[in-house]
């Protein structure tokens, strides 16, 4: 994939993310903090399919922007093609595991499944 | 016939000891020799120095005077040429167009360019700054020629001439490159001066080849790892503005520019 469209989706997912996490920031405080962390409520976030779906978007959203972020670190930290590749690879592997464990989550949660 | 003496002039050179009027200043200057050793060492020089020696007239004293085997590559001595850039005082500046006066301070540390490899003493590689610059495709692509006499001229108005004009100014002299801190650690970067180049080249209305320099800059260590410090725009001795030309290019990436 050409460098552009990858620092699009970058620059992309960093909006929306941003957006996403202050919707998340204010429905905390729609009642008090202590509250919304209790144990009922949380699941209750997770009932809520409109809910359950940003909370998924988050998570695709901040894996892809943060493992991006850490291979265009990595890249300007050392050379080689081998090394180059592996990061590459690595990084979208540790995307997808990141997600797909989160995404785990959020569906055993909604499910009641624990 | 009226005969008309004119008086001669008179010439009177005003003799002063050296050691008793004149200002000096410590040069600290690097010593490398990468075949036989990567270790810098610091030699000081006391020079005589007037209100307009340049770095470069104290270096080139040093060498007539103190010690031949200094090396340094220089030419023009009027910032034209872009050979003689250095690190002075911690920063990448032309010695030529540095005047020590300026500098304000009695010892001064000169050193080869970061981001170089080093030849030896402050005489550095360009090759991987040439070569970069090189890829850029740094002319004119187009399938028409102004030297047919069948086709027009081509025209370029003072706005279009403005989009690129400061960035035409460039002398290679790769002090960019040595302040770019995304070079100290990506040795594969392409660097402001090519990029800023690219821009040159694309933002110019005469030119066709757009497409194939975006190509060239958009890739892994390209256009996107500059973090716009804009230390290269600092130390350009030119004026030109590397870290908006790469700004402007990026916009082309995005879809911002035309």
Known sequence: MRESIIMKIHYGTALGAVALVAVHILMRMSQKFSDSLAYQNVLANYHFLPYALMLEVILVLLSVHGFNGLRVILLELKQGATYERAINYGSIAAMAILIAYGSRTILMAGMGIS | MAT???????????????????????????????????????????????????????????????????????????????????????????????????????????????????????????????????????????????????????????????????????????????????????????????????????????????????????????IWRCHFAGSCSNVCPKGVDPAMAIQLLRGYLLGFGK
């Open chain 2, 4 to 222: 008309v003496t004119v008086p001669k002039e008179e010439k009177t050179a005003v003799v002063t000891s050296p050691e008793s009027t004149q200002k000096t200043v410590t040069l600290r200057i690097a010593r490398i020799n990468p075949p036989e050793s990567t270790e810098t060492k610091f030699e000081e020089f006391k020079v005589p120095v007037q209100k307009w020696t340049t770095v470069l007239e104290s270096i080139l004293y040093v060498k007539q005077n103190l010690d031949h085997s200094i090396a340094v590559r220089y030419s023009c001595r009027q910032a034209s040429c872009g050979s003689c850039g250095m690190k002075i005082n911690g920063k990448p500046r032309l010695a030529c167009y540095t005047k020590i006066s300026e500098l304000e301070s009695n010892v001064i540390t000169i050193e080869p360019m970061n981001n170089f490899p080093i030849i030896r003493d402050l005489a550095v590689n360009f090759e991987q700054l040439f070569s970069t610059h090189k890829k850029m495709k740094p002319f004119i692509i187009n399938e028409e020629s102004e030297v047919n006499s069948d086709t027009k001229e081509f025209i370029q108005t003072p706005q279009d001439l403005e989009k690129f004009l400061q960035f035409s100014y460039c002398i290679k002299c790769g002090l960019c490159n040595s302040a770019c801190p995304t070079m100290a650690t990506d040795t594969s970067f392409i660097g402001p001066q090519g990029l800023a180049q690219a821009y040159r080249y694309t933002a110019d209305n005469r030119d066709k080849g757009k497409k194939d320099r975006l190509k060239i800059v958009d890739q892994s260590h390209g």
